[in-house]
């Protein structure tokens, strides 16, 4: 009736499905907050970009460390979460036990939180941002090896 | 029988399903177009970020601002258009009302065609830029706050 | 029945359907790759961004040319990936032939595997890489574009 059917699975009484969908919102708000933190940034250093920008606040376009920081960690995450979503979606479709699936949703929505913030609000030392980092990066790795062998 | 299926949401015959993958296709072929417009300004102003791209035209590697300009408009969709696509997705299952759906996912194209234009294009004085790009933040935000609330 | 459903598309019984999952996953982990290569540049070429990971080193942090270009090859993954998962699926849904829509998947795979070769691992002359990320470029376009067709 339902013969390969993915009705069960992107069903909203599913809560992998439910998870998948809370944290990935979770996620673009968090994306969506780099950008409140890069003009943040460029206001408080004066440091803008474009000379459509600077000029009318009588400044030079100027490139600033605390800017590049905050932008690194923007780009940081358009490199690992945008991934995730993908990764994510075909594990879903492999399966996973509930507790496991959505362990890993979460604590990959908490390792970006936390690689942002020791990162490009408060500076932590090293290994801090590794640690925060590498944690998504394997989650991503887990679901997306998972996805390929089921799939092969 | 289809409890808490999604049959009815992802639906060839729901038109917000198929506007979200009209609008998407569109952001997707915008996005593509940015290429082009990177490669006219390389071409243009004889800048190539590569040896191997500088050296057969008897050039040197050099950063020019018109194509840094276009690099930071392209930039700018990667940031703001693939957290739209999940955004998306996940507001279309919050039941939203028909327009209310198609005029967010309109608005937000438009909006990203518009910051290209008046920031890579024709370089329009602040603040179109600032606003066609709050468009398409506060649209993004809406859609993820509204999912989030509904998967809370 | 299932009047317009998208039961008998995102199916695991469909092969176009089963192809996609399997191809984004491979993609996905063709990404997470970026993030080991530039690291190793990195740590061979003792170039760093961040202060903090320079400076237990004893090092500045420094920009180095083929770090730059690991960098390069990354963004241009960010700028050609995600939209090839929005455009995949769109055309998914445009009832394509499953032989046309492997091919398509699959070339696009290697296309993307093949650039990051010749631009980031062994350089390699031009047109490779110019022809490598056209490729990937044209299905992505022809994609969103035939999507677009149907959905109008």
Chains 1, 2, 3 share one sequence.
Do not use: C
Not at 67 to 88: C, K, Q, T, Y
Not at 100 to 122: G, K, P, W
């Amino acid at each position: 009736m339902n013969e390969g059917g993915v009705l069960e699975i992107l069903n909203l009484t599913n809560p992998i499905f439910k998870g998948y969908i809370f944290y990935s919102a979770l996620l673009v708000l968090k994306v969506l907050a780099m950008a409140v933190l890069t003009a943040t940034q460029r206001f408080k250093r004066k440091a803008f970009a474009n000379p459509e920008d600077a000029e009318p606040r009588k400044l030079k376009p100027k490139i600033d460390e605390n800017v590049e920081r905050v932008r690194r960690a923007h780009l940081n995450d358009l490199e690992n979460i945008p991934i995730f979503f993908v990764a994510g979606f075909g594990y879903m479709l492999t399966n996973p036990a509930v507790g496991t699936a959505l362990m890993l949703f979460r604590v990959f929505t908490i390792a970006r939180f936390v690689h942002t913030l020791v990162y490009a609000v408060v500076v932590v030392p090293q290994p801090s941002r590794a640690l925060a980092w590498a944690t998504g990066y394997f989650i991503t790795g887990f679901m997306a090896v998972k996805t390929l062998m089921h799939f092969l």
